[in-house]
T-cell receptor
C-alpha cells in the first residue's frame, strides 16, 4: 500500500503556481520522497526527488518539512500541458530492484 | 531514440489465447519492471528484475511469466488470457539503487 496521502484533485489557473501537497507521516529515515506525473494515457514521468533538503530542477521545486512528514511539489508557472495525475511516492534507495508503489495521486487540472 | 520501448502498443485478443509484450531499454540500466494499470487507473507493480534476476514478484497469477534474455530486455508472456487481464501494461527501467524510473508508453491489452 502507498505510504502517502494526497488530495484527489486540484485546480490551477494557467500561469499561476501549482502547489501540490503530500502527507507521508510514517516516512522512515532511509526513504526518499519522489514525485512522478502521468499525462493522459502516457507512461509516468519522473519530476523530482529529495531526502531532507529542498530541491529544484527545471520542472519543479520540492519543499520537504523539517520533520519530513509532509512535502509540497511546486510548479512555478503552470501551463495547460501540466494537466496530469501527480504521484507522491516514498521509497528507500538501498536495494536494487526496489519498485515504486503508486497511490491514487492528485489530478491537477490547469485551465486558461 | 526512445529510451524504453514497448511493442505492441495495442493488443486485442480473445480469451484463452497466449500473447507476449516486448520491452527494450537503451539506457544501460540494470533494473527493469512491469506495471499494470487497470481501468480504475491504479498502477501496480508486477515484477522487477535486476541484472536478469527476478527481485519482485507481486501477487500475480502464474499465467504471467516475465523473461529477461539480457539486461536490456524484459518481456512479458501471458498464457490463457482472461477478461480481467485487460489493462495497460507499462515497462520501466532504472539504474541500481535509484528509483528514478523511465517508463515506456504502455501496451493497451484488450481481451474479448
Amino acid at each position: 500500500d502507498a505510504k502517502t496521502t494526497q488530495p484527489p484533485s486540484m485546480d490551477c489557473a494557467e500561469g499561476r503556481a501549482a502547489n501540490l501537497p503530500c502527507n507521508h507521516s510514517t516516512i522512515s529515515g532511509n526513504e526518499y520522497v519522489y514525485w512522478y506525473r502521468q499525462i493522459h494515457s502516457q507512461g509516468p514521468q519522473y519530476i523530482i526527488h529529495g531526502l531532507k533538503n529542498n530541491e529544484t530542477n527545471e520542472m519543479a521545486s520540492l519543499i520537504i518539512t523539517e520533520d519530513r512528514k509532509s512535502s509540497t511539489l511546486i510548479l512555478p508557472h503552470a501551463t495547460l500541458r501540466d494537466t496530469a495525475v501527480y504521484y507522491c511516492i516514498v521509497t528507500p534507495r538501498d536495494q536494487a530492484g526496489t519498485a515504486l508503489i503508486f497511490g491514487k495521486g492528485t489530478t491537477l487540472s490547469v485551465s486558461s | 531514440d526512445t529510451a524504453v520501448s514497448q511493442t505492441p502498443k495495442y493488443l486485442v485478443t480473445q480469451m484463452g489465447n497466449d500473447k507476449s509484450i516486448k520491452c527494450e531499454q537503451n539506457l544501460g540500466h540494470d533494473t527493469m519492471y512491469w506495471y499494470k494499470q487497470d481501468s480504475k487507473k491504479f498502477l501496480k507493480i508486477m515484477f522487477s528484475y535486476n541484472n536478469k534476476e527476478l527481485i519482485i514478484n507481486e501477487t500475480v497469477p502464474n499465467r504471467f511469466s516475465p523473461k529477461s534474455p539480457d539486461k536490456a530486455h524484459l518481456n512479458l508472456h501471458i498464457n490463457s488470457l482472461e477478461l480481467g487481464d485487460s489493462a495497460v501494461y507499462f515497462c520501466a527501467s532504472s539504474q541500481d539503487f535509484s528509483t528514478e524510473a523511465f517508463f515506456g508508453q504502455g501496451t493497451r491489452l484488450t481481451v474479448v
